[in-house]
């Protein structure tokens, strides 16, 4: 089925590379690591070696030239493949895009090309334990010294920092903020510095990538470590989070895509009386909405990443993508799961598990509610609560 969004013959082609990788691990690689806690290293390596992990990022520092509509397609046939990974979101996505908007020349050239081959990692520090909806209240704080600067306090919720060779920490400035208005600062942090330490948080999720809290006890860093302008920070943090939510809305559909095909296979197949299961309207319909919810997604998704490429205002259509998206996938999951039966809560049919890692994306990067709240003000000129 063509479905509503249509790639150009480079996307195809770079579908193509990303399928004929993923088909090599197969949804159980994904899901049996994510269960016993280990890594997917090797399929991380080969994605790097085909050039799919920065194909966004500028060619001069080792990545494709490419934009998120490039992006959005890897993420979502690795979805789609069953491998919704949240390492390529946060990683070349979120870290990817800040540094090749607002590093030096010198911080892109230490870190890009590593990102873009795979070799290297950084995770995303923003979430604080009492700053997660309301980001203004980030209350880790660097404070400048003749040698560089000093951070101090702790993030909540950090992703597959385990994993990094170093975090992108989102720090209010000690100098430039006043006890009514932070301004933030971006700073790149080594993950083995002294100071820094972190606890993983146990969650329902079945996924290589793990939660932590991270502490930052002093961590001292140099004037190198700073992305961008000092107090610029929010205005530069959005680089990352717009792909972010691009992202999230291609990893959704991708779960969409595999949940509904798996369904929709089981369905032709399964009988119980003398039709298959896929001839009652109580099986087939809920799965051609799904189906319809899920297009719909793509096509804001596919929408949202022109846009932000093209350098126009991106934000509406990044957070109407990531909440159609998310929506339409944990719908089609669920729908996926009562096509099968008992058989939708066995592990060997690979969609219970992922339903944690789906469900979260209601939740975080921004929550649905943030996103209505962002609609019904922005869009609609309604006043805020808050
Ligand atoms: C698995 C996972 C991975 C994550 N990875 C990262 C990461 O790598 N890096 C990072 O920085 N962060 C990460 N996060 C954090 C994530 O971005 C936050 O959890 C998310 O922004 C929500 O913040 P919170 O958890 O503090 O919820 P809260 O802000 O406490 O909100 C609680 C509830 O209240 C609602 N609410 C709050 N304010 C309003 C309002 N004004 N109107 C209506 N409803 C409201 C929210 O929608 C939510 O339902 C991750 C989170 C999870 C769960």
Known sequence: MAGLTHDTDEHKAIRDSVAGIADRYGPQYF????????????????LGAAGLLGLHLPEEYGGGGGGMAEAVV?????????????????????????LAHHGSDAMKKRWLPVIADGSQKMAFGLTEPDAGSNSHNVNSTARKHVAGWA??????????????????????????STSDKSQLSLFVVPTDAPGLTYQQIDTSIVSPDKQFTVFLDDVEVGPD??????????RQVFSGLNPERILVGALSTGIGR??????ADYARERKVWSTPIGAHQGIAHPLAESHIAVELGRLATVRSAELFDAGQPCGEAANI?????????????DQAIQTHGGNGLSHEYGLS??????RLMRTAPVSREMVLNFVAQTSLGLPRSY
């Not at 890897?74 to 800040?98: F, Q």
């Not at 598990?353 to 789906?358: A, K, Q, R, S």
Request: with cysteine; aromatic share 8%; hydrophobic share 50%.
């Open 31 to 46: 899901l049996q690591r994510g269960r016993n806690g280990e890594g997917i290293e090797e399929l991380w390596k080969d």
């Open 74 to 98: 890897v993420v979502e046939e690795l979805a789609a493949h069953g491998m919704p990974l949240l390492i390529w979101v946060i990683s070349p996505a979120i870290c990817g895009n800040i």
């Open 151 to 176: 951070i101090s306090g702790s993030k909540y919720y950090i992703s597959a920092v385990d994993q990094c060779d170093a975090l992108l920490v989102v720090a209010r400035d000690g100098d430039l």
């Open 225 to 234: 470590a700073l992305i961008g302008d000092a107090g610029n920070g929010l």
């Open 258 to 263: 595999y949940a509904i095909g798996k369904a």
């Open 321 to 333: 993508a990531k909440f159609a998206a998310s929506e339409a996938a944990l719908k089609a999951l």
């Open 353 to 358: 598990e992922l339903w944690f890692v789906t």
